[in-house]
C-alpha cells in the first residue's frame, strides 16, 4: 500500500473508530459519576462518618484521607486518568490534566473525546513505526501544534496531520 492509501486508512480510523469509543467513554463516565453521586448521598459515604478511615474519627489527623464524595469523577476515572493509565509509567493523572486543561478550549472537542483522539493517534503511530511518544508527549505535542487565541478547531484533524508529519519525519 503507497503512502497516500495509509494515510487515508489512517484518516478514516481517526474519523470513524473515535466515535463508537466516544460513545462507550461516556456512558462509563456517565455511570461513574452517578456512581460517585450515589454514594456521596448514601449515609456513612459523606466523609462524616465514624469509620477508621475516615478524616472525621476519632483519632484521624484527616490528613491524607478523602471521601470518595470529595475527588471529581473528572480526575478520578477521567480523560486525565485514562491516558495516565494508557501510559502506564506512573505519571500522576494531574500532569495530564493540566495539559488536557490547556488544550481543550482550542479544540471543538470535550476533554473524553480528546482522549479518545490521542490514544488513537498513539495507536496509529506506533503501527506505523514511530515509537518514541506516549500519551503524554503526544498530548503536550498537540497543545504546541494546535494555536491559543483562535477560535476552535478540529483537533481530531490536527492530531491527523501532526501524525503524518511524524510519519514523514
Not at 27 to 41: L, M
Not at 127 to 137: H, I, L, Q, R, T
Given at each position: 500500500?503507497?503512502?497516500?492509501?495509509?494515510i487515508?486508512v489512517g484518516?478514516?480510523?481517526l474519523?470513524?473508530?473515535?466515535?463508537l469509543?466516544?460513545?462507550v467513554?461516556?456512558?462509563v463516565?456517565?455511570a461513574?459519576?452517578?456512581?460517585?453521586?450515589?454514594?456521596?448521598s448514601?449515609?456513612?459515604?459523606?466523609?462524616?462518618s465514624?469509620?477508621p478511615?475516615?478524616?472525621?474519627?476519632?483519632?484521624?489527623?484527616g490528613?491524607?484521607?478523602?471521601?470518595?464524595a470529595?475527588?471529581?469523577?473528572?480526575?478520578?476515572?477521567?480523560p486525565a486518568?485514562?491516558?495516565?493509565d494508557?501510559?502506564?509509567?506512573g505519571?500522576?493523572?494531574?500532569?495530564?490534566?493540566?495539559?488536557?486543561?490547556?488544550?481543550?478550549?482550542?479544540?471543538?472537542?470535550?476533554?473524553p473525546r480528546l482522549?479518545?483522539?490521542?490514544?488513537?493517534t498513539?495507536?496509529?503511530l506506533?503501527?506505523?513505526?514511530?515509537?518514541?511518544?506516549?500519551a503524554?508527549?503526544?498530548?503536550?505535542?498537540?497543545?504546541?501544534?494546535?494555536?491559543?487565541?483562535n477560535?476552535?478547531v478540529?483537533?481530531?484533524s490536527?492530531a491527523?496531520?501532526?501524525?503524518?508529519?511524524r510519519e514523514?519525519?
Amino acid at each position: 500500500m503507497n503512502k497516500g492509501k495509509k494515510i487515508a486508512v489512517g484518516v478514516a480510523v481517526l474519523i470513524a473508530v473515535p466515535a463508537l469509543v466516544a460513545g462507550v467513554v461516556l456512558g462509563v463516565e456517565n455511570a461513574a459519576a452517578h456512581d460517585t453521586s450515589t454514594a456521596a448521598s448514601t449515609p456513612g459515604m459523606s466523609g462524616t462518618s465514624n469509620s477508621p478511615n475516615s478524616p472525621n474519627s476519632p483519632g484521624s489527623s484527616g490528613v491524607g484521607h478523602s471521601s470518595p464524595a470529595a475527588k471529581p469523577s473528572a480526575s478520578a476515572a477521567g480523560p486525565a486518568q485514562k491516558l495516565a493509565d494508557l501510559d502506564g509509567i506512573g505519571r500522576p493523572a494531574d500532569q495530564y490534566q493540566q495539559v488536557l486543561d490547556a488544550l481543550a478550549p482550542r479544540c471543538t472537542e470535550d476533554k473524553p473525546r480528546l482522549t479518545v483522539v490521542v490514544s488513537s493517534t498513539l495507536a496509529h503511530l506506533k503501527k506505523n513505526g514511530v515509537d518514541d511518544e506516549d500519551a503524554f508527549s503526544l498530548l503536550q505535542h498537540l497543545e504546541q501544534f494546535v494555536p491559543a487565541g483562535n477560535p476552535r478547531v478540529n483537533c481530531a484533524s490536527a492530531a491527523t496531520t501532526y501524525a503524518t508529519q511524524r510519519e514523514g519525519s
